[in-house]
């Protein structure tokens, strides 16, 4: 079985994570290593924290090219919340800031409204509005995941959309492209359902 590398950036709850895969029955490897990673045979990217310190971290290490080198050839990849945001082209939180551009659109911060709470933190239940997607396969309608986040992405393209959540608005919970998945929730957190997400993306 191919590896797969939780890639270590210095930003990220790495052993909830890889806990939650051995869990499922696959082991995982965390790892700095930008050799080990080009290896993968799967790459998960998490990540807790703000845009413009991870983005640049990831720069540093040199994990940027992993990243795009892995998603075009084909193998899986799976982005974790602020994992994610970093696959976009911009980042609005502290400024601007270049992410890796790898799906079209901005990240920006939820709206001001009267007694909604910023961090979006909790449970909240998914929609799925486009095609059967292989992350969520087995799971019930409207399943329940865990979110802790302040700003979301804005796809350019609604066609990667392939899960909605509301706060209290519909927002992008997760996005999907041929070998690229990607949560604004935490499937590590997010129990049952999470966890079959995680399961699926192990078979892949």
Same mark, same amino acid.
């Given at each position: 079985?191919?590896?797969?590398?939780i890639v270590d950036y210095g930003m990220a709850n790495l052993r909830s994570v890889q806990k939650a895969f051995e869990r499922v029955g696959h082991a995982a490897t965390?790892?700095?290593?930008?050799?080990?990673?080009?290896?993968?045979?799967?790459?998960?990217?998490?990540?807790?924290?703000?845009?413009?310190?991870?983005?640049?971290?990831?720069?540093?290490?040199?994990?940027?090219?992993?990243?795009?080198?892995?998603?075009?050839?084909?193998?899986? &990849?799976?982005?974790?919340?602020?994992?994610?945001?970093?696959?976009?082209?911009?980042?609005?939180?502290?400024?601007?800031?270049?992410?890796?551009?790898?799906?079209?659109?901005?990240?920006?911060?939820?709206?001001?409204?009267?007694?909604?709470?910023?961090?979006?933190?909790?449970?909240?239940?998914?929609?799925?509005?486009?095609?059967?997607?292989?992350?969520?396969?087995?799971?019930?309608?409207?399943?329940?995941?865990? &979110?802790?986040?302040?700003?979301?992405?804005?796809?350019?393209?609604?066609?990667?959309?392939?899960?909605?959540?509301?706060?209290?608005?519909?927002?992008?919970?997760?996005?999907?492209?041929?070998?690229?998945?990607?949560?604004? &929730?935490?499937?590590?957190?997010?129990?049952?359902?999470?966890?079959?997400?995680?399961?699926?993306?192990?078979?892949?």
């Amino acid at each position: 079985m191919s590896e797969t590398v939780i890639v270590d950036y210095g930003m990220a709850n790495l052993r909830s994570v890889q806990k939650a895969f051995e869990r499922v029955g696959h082991a995982a490897t965390v790892s700095a290593d930008p050799t080990r990673a080009a290896a993968a045979g799967r790459l998960v990217l998490p990540g807790v924290g703000a845009f413009r310190d991870a983005i640049a971290r990831v720069r540093e290490t040199g994990l940027d090219d992993v990243v795009r080198r892995h998603i075009e050839s084909g193998r899986p &990849f799976l982005g974790i919340c602020l994992g994610m945001q970093m696959l976009f082209d911009r980042d609005h939180e502290d400024g601007t800031h270049d992410g890796l551009g790898l799906f079209g659109g901005d990240v920006v911060r939820f709206a001001d409204v009267p007694g909604l709470k910023v961090p979006h933190m909790g449970w909240n239940t998914l929609r799925f509005p486009g095609p059967a997607c292989p992350l969520f396969a087995g799971l019930p309608d409207e399943p329940a995941v865990y &979110f802790v986040h302040s700003y979301f992405a804005q796809p350019t393209d609604r066609a990667v959309v392939a899960a909605e959540a509301d706060y209290p608005g519909a927002f992008c919970a997760a996005v999907w492209k041929d070998n690229v998945f990607a949560t604004q &929730f935490h499937p590590e957190k997010s129990q049952r359902a999470g966890l079959q997400m995680l399961r699926n993306f192990s078979s892949l």
